[in-house]
């Protein structure tokens, strides 16, 4: 797992090929760095697990992302829970994600905490890298549905 500090850094561990889960939590990149991070993962085939978590992407980002994910089926979970892409974009990446998943094969979704399938999910963190009033809200936008594991 690499928790990225950078859009550059993200689009890097993702391009290495050798993470499965990279996250980028409250890094505001906004639709340009979602539209590279995009890029990105419609060639990439190691990363299961992309968070994005409140980076300011809006409807544009998520068409961008929306458009990557149909061509990246080995994707299992995405997360751009706090994103302001409005219901438009959400409803855009959810109907990419369910149109190439399969229901009940583990694969997950989430906007705003709500997840797309209703299966448990874990959501990595690690301590000192996420901090105490972000994991706090994470843990209570996702009650119910997510582990917390610090220290992974």
């Given amino acids: 797992m690499v928790v990225c500090d950078s859009v550059d850094a993200l689009c890097e561990a993702m391009v290495g090929g050798k993470e499965e889960d990279v996250i980028a939590w409250e890094l505001p990149f906004g639709d340009a760095g979602a539209t590279r991070i995009a890029e990105v993962l419609q060639e990439n085939r190691s990363v299961k ?40 974009g959400s409803r855009e990446i959810a109907a990419v994600w369910n149109k190439t998943r399969t229901s009940g094969s583990g694969h997950h979704v989430s906007s705003g905490g709500k997840w797309h399938d209703h299966e448990p999910t874990i959501f990595h963190a690690t301590a000192g890298e996420v901090r105490q009033k972000s994991l706090q809200k994470a843990e209570n936008t996702m009650a119910g549905k997510t582990q917390v594991l610090l220290g992974v």
Avoid: Q, W
Avoid at 71 to 87: A, H, Q
């Fill in 49 to 88: 697990k992309l968070v994005l978590y409140s980076c300011n992407i809006e409807k544009a980002g998520a068409t961008a992302l929306a458009h990557a994910l149909r061509g990246n089926s080995e994707l299992r979970s995405f997360d751009y829970t706090s994103n302001p892409i409005g219901v438009e």
